[in-house]
């Protein structure tokens, strides 16, 4: 029997990405078997889908780093059939064949059974994405920051970590900046909660070393100067969660936001969590997502849209979450 997938495969430096038929004897190692019911695109599959170095590591491959489904057979003692799954980076789309196949077989220990309220479909239309803004919230609440605490900035307000950051502060209680590059997306933002909304061109040259705060604490996936221009303009005592690299993989500051205003920059890796930092964030998910609003955000697409899905996502024009129906 087959499955459908998309696999990626390499000549030279020539990546392709096309659908194809797989059969089980073809699927990575592992001791749980699923059968997937969605998948997503972050902008590390757009990586990945345009062949760029350091995602996927071993071709052919199938990418995709997240997918949801159902547990169909199991030799880890955690998972039986019938289990709602979701997993969220580990080594799919890198070493092992990842979320853009029907089937899938995979490491247990990568895997965090959904909460209860949250269907397989809503998994992925946090994915990633989501969950690493998720971990980004967490993290500002281990450095203090309440919604006592002032305004907090999200840059890259309209892709999906900013989204979903946005949606899980406002209904937190926080007063949210959005930073974006399409203002014509103000209402889009204002309805996930953000209160401002402010020109990413503010943020995305070079800048002074501090200057005067704006923020208690920041959200960023975007990195290069406007990571350094975020902490800049950071209050006392504040915290940014610096999550993603958008603009770029340097940081173009200085030492002064951390030696005199005493802000903690925490780095956050959605990718190796431990096990409990997972299952903790998928609770706070599960509490903290309005399911409405994050409907808002979703575009669904079968498995043939994925490629270019993929470019758009590089390119800077997807909006929200984009949500792989692998069956469809």
Not at 13 to 27: A, G, I, M, N, Y
Not at 123 to 135: D, P
Request: glycine letters at 12%; aromatic letters at 6%.
């Amino acid at each position: 029997m087959t499955f459908k997938a998309l696999l990626a495969t390499r000549v030279e430096r020539t990546v392709t990405v096309e659908q194809v038929d797989l059969s089980d004897d073809q699927l990575t190692d592992g001791n749980v078997r699923i059968d997937v019911d969605y998948s997503t695109v972050n902008y590390k599959d757009g990586l990945a889908l345009a062949g760029r170095p350091g995602v996927i590591q071993t071709y052919p491959l199938v990418p995709g780093i997240d997918l949801a489904g159902t547990v169909t057979q199991s030799s880890h003692p955690a998972y039986t059939a019938g289990d709602r799954v979701v997993l969220n980076g580990w080594g799919l789309s890198q070493t092992y064949h990842g979320g853009y196949a029907q089937k899938a077989r995979v490491n247990g220990d990568w895997l965090v059974k959904l909460p209860a309220g949250i269907s397989t479909r809503d998994a992925m239309a946090i994915g990633t994405a989501g969950y690493t803004a998720m971990l980004s919230v967490l993290a500002l609440e281990h450095a203090g920051l309440t919604p006592d605490s002032g305004t907090v900035l999200v840059t890259g307000a309209n892709g999906g970590v900013g989204s979903v950051a946005i949606m899980i502060l406002a209904k937190l209680g926080y007063r949210v900046i959005a930073s974006t590059g399409r203002p014509e997306e103000a209402a889009y933002l204002t309805a996930l909660g953000a209160s401002d909304i402010i020109d990413r061109k503010t943020l995305s040259e070079p800048g002074p070393p501090i200057a005067a705060p704006r923020w208690a604490g920041a959200v960023d996936s975007v990195g290069s100067h406007t990571l350094a221009n975020v902490l800049a303009q950071t209050d006392y005592r504040g915290a940014v969660a610096a999550c993603g690299l958008a603009q770029g993989v340097d940081l173009p500051g200085s030492v002064f936001p951390f030696i005199l205003r005493n802000v903690t920059l925490a780095g956050i890796d959605s990718v190796n969590a431990p096990f409990s930092v997972r299952t903790r964030a998928w609770e706070r998910l599960a509490a903290d997502v309005d399911l409405a609003k994050l409907a808002m955000t979703v575009t669904e697409i079968g498995l043939a849209g994925v490629p270019q899905a993929g470019r758009e996502i590089l390119e800077g024009r997807i909006r929200g979450r984009t949500v792989v129906n692998v069956n469809a």
